[in-house]
């Protein structure tokens, strides 16, 4: 099998080597290794790789003493330009998808190998831009459930159920279910599945990596034509549902230029006061999620509506209160 994660400047030497050799230079390890300023077995092993990764019909000439390939020799790298645009999504995602893969981070780069060895630019000369991009998706989770979620896709490709054991965090209890997926979603830093579960006769929503056991069985569903994403989450905060609340907050002017650059949520309608501070307006489906962002902003927000939410919110700023009184 061949050499599947060769680094990408090892990759962007190999297509100035190809250059070489199709120009008829006939290089060898020693001249190469003086042109990149390395050992003459680093290039050695560089043509190695082009041969075994690439499939590179690279052969020796002891006359020129140099390496060249013979008539007909076929390209190793195809004719495909990435634009400046192309290639930055590129190295966008290859910066982010190490903060929420799941066991594909090793597909991913193989895909990534090929698509700039496709790119005849493939970044020669190039500073690479991924270096200096950083990406802040929040804490991950512990456990990466990077099983679960390989079977997950697989059992929503075939539409084939789940026998699964799940371990309920707040309960500390493993319940052994049938569960038919239909959606991943990723949320609050981890993957989440959307989908029917047999032993509530409910839609349900499991954490993947809480997912204990999991194997397919042979028995296959259908998608309940009724189903959509966008409806089963409806306007919730994250992705726990109830009733319908509107809400009203009022963030201080010291976070007011920071809550309004984003969209925090689909409904949300926001303006300024005159001294600053900003007012919130939204509906949102179920309080549970929503409460604890909000006590996230401490004294930086005020809950105007609606009253129980309010009640809620200084209910706990009581109990925090209580926790850190002086003894």
């Keep these: 099998m061949p050499n599947q994660n060769l680094d990408r400047h ?83 995602s290859e910066a982010a998808l190490p903060e929420i893969t799941t066991g594909s981070d090793k597909v991913f780069k193989s895909l990534l190998q090929k698509l700039y060895l496709a790119d005849a630019m493939a970044r020669t000369g190039q500073t690479d831009i991924c270096d200096k991009l950083s990406f802040d998706f929040g804490k991950p989770m512990q456990k990466s459930g990077e099983q679960a979620f390989k079977l997950i896709k697989k059992a929503i490709q075939n539409k084939q159920t789940l026998d699964i054991t799940y371990y309920t965090t707040w309960s500390r209890k493993r319940t052994e279910r049938l569960f038919d997926p239909y959606h991943i979603r990723w949320t609050s830093s981890s993957w989440v599945v959307i989908g029917f579960c047999h032993l509530r006769n409910d839609m349900r929503v499991f954490a993947v990596s809480n997912i204990e056991e999991i194997k397919l069985t042979k028995q296959h569903f259908e998608i309940a034509e009724n189903y959509s994403t966008d409806n089963f989450l409806g306007n919730a905060w994250g992705i726990i549902k109830g009733d319908p609340v509107s809400i009203k907050l009022k963030f201080s002017e010291e976070m007011s230029e920071w809550i309004a650059q984003r969209k925090w949520h689909k409904t949300q309608k926001i303006h ?34 609606p009253k129980e939410l309010r009640a809620e919110i200084l209910k706990e700023a009581k109990k925090l209160g209580e926790l850190y009184k002086s003894e």
């Design 10 to 92: 090892v990759l962007i030497r190999m297509i100035q080597i190809d250059k070489q050799i199709r120009a008829g230079k006939y290089p060898n390890a020693s001249k190469l290794a003086k042109h990149f300023e390395l050992s003459p077995r680093t290039l050695q092993r560089d043509i190695e790789a082009m041969r075994d990764f690439l499939g590179a019909d690279i052969q020796y000439d002891p006359v020129k003493n140099g390496y060249f390939y013979p008539p007909g020799a076929a390209e190793i790298i195809p004719g495909v330009k990435l634009t400046d645009e192309e290639r930055f999504i590129l190295q966008l």
């Design 272 to 305: 300024f006061e005159k001294d600053g501070a900003l007012i919130m307006e939204l509906t949102v489906d179920g309080l549970s999620e929503i409460t604890s962002w909000i006590l996230g902003w401490g004294s930086n927000v005020e809950v105007l509506e």
